[in-house]
């Protein structure tokens, strides 16, 4: 199951996160929210994008939208992201539970809408999981970088 890959990745690393499981779907931003009880923009959402090299994942706030051309400025591409059939290949993840844990060969960008919170909820490999975690953290547990491509 991608949420024990996920424990087993915050085990590994001696990172004590806390996975919230959910008996209902948090596998949109909208029904995220309401299983964890915050605002949509609150939800961490995983985006995964093909470039012509490589497969990426950006996270951005719940409510925030990719800005195709802040995108091509950021990344010199087009957006692309992938079928559904092909995130589950390249992240491991399915739709809804992608997560920017615990991912091989993919680089992890954070857009910085997420900076304007205290705490986000990023999925934790399921459709129906969620992780606690501050941007910064977020930033360090991943490796992710920084990135300016949402609305």
Not at 35 to 47: C, D, L, N, S, Y
Not at 48 to 64: H, M, P, Q, S, T
């Amino acid at each position: 199951m991608s949420v024990d890959r996920v424990r087993q990745y915050f085990q590994d690393k001696g990172l004590n996160y806390q996975i919230l499981e959910f008996e209902t779907s948090t596998a949109t931003v909208e029904l995220a929210a309401a299983a964890v009880g915050v605002e949509p923009a609150r939800i961490a959402k995983t985006m995964a994008f093909r470039l012509k090299e490589e497969v990426i994942v950006v996270v951005a706030k719940g409510d925030a939208r990719i800005d195709n051309r802040k995108f091509k400025d950021c990344f010199k591409q087009k957006a692309r992201m992938l079928s559904p059939e092909e995130v589950l290949e390249a992240t491991g993840y399915p739709v809804g539970g992608v997560c920017p844990f615990a991912l091989e060969n993919i680089a992890v960008h954070l857009d910085v809408s997420l900076q304007e919170f205290d705490y986000v909820y990023p999925a934790a490999g399921s459709p129906s999981s969620a992780v606690k975690i501050a941007p910064d953290e977020l930033a360090d547990v991943t490796g992710g970088s920084w990135v300016d491509v949402c609305k």
